[in-house]
Nanobody, 119 residues
Framework: QVQLVESGGALVSPGGSLRLSCAISRSPFAVSSLSWFRQRPGMQRELVATIASAGFTTYADSLEARFKISQDITKNTLYLQMNNLKVEDTGVYYC?????????????WGRGTQVTVSA
């Protein structure tokens, strides 16, 4: 298991940008993938984007044009750059790590960071 700590959430106006960060504790096991999820008010948690260990990225169809997932391996940090934010992007954003199959606990979640988009 790894510890994940999100940061960077804030109140922002529509059309604005934010960059979320997720600090990842070191682990003796390799990370298979890292993802951002979000939970909007009254809705279920949904996948925003994933980056695999090889660097391949996937996005929710509706978000790819505005969001970008990346990682800095040297800093053990995952990022989510969000541009042209909309009111409907409001929610709690979580990062998730999946460790390789050798890990006794493969899935870890952070506690989330609040993003509020409002005029």
């Amino acid at each position: 298991q790894v510890q994940l700590v999100e940061s960077g959430g804030a109140l922002v106006s529509p059309g604005g940008s934010l960059r979320l960060s997720c600090a990842i504790s070191r682990s003796p096991f390799a990370v298979s993938s890292l993802s951002w999820f979000r939970q909007r008010p009254g809705m279920q948690r949904e996948l925003v984007a994933t980056i695999a260990s090889a660097g391949f990225t996937t996005y929710a169809d509706s978000l790819e044009a505005r969001f970008k997932i990346s990682q800095d391996i040297t800093k053990n940090t995952l990022y989510l750059q969000m541009n042209n934010l909309k009111v409907e992007d409001t929610g709690v954003y979580y990062c998730k790590a999946i460790l390789d199959s050798a890990a006794p606990i493969r899935e870890s979640w952070g506690r989330g960071t609040q993003v509020t988009v409002s005029a």
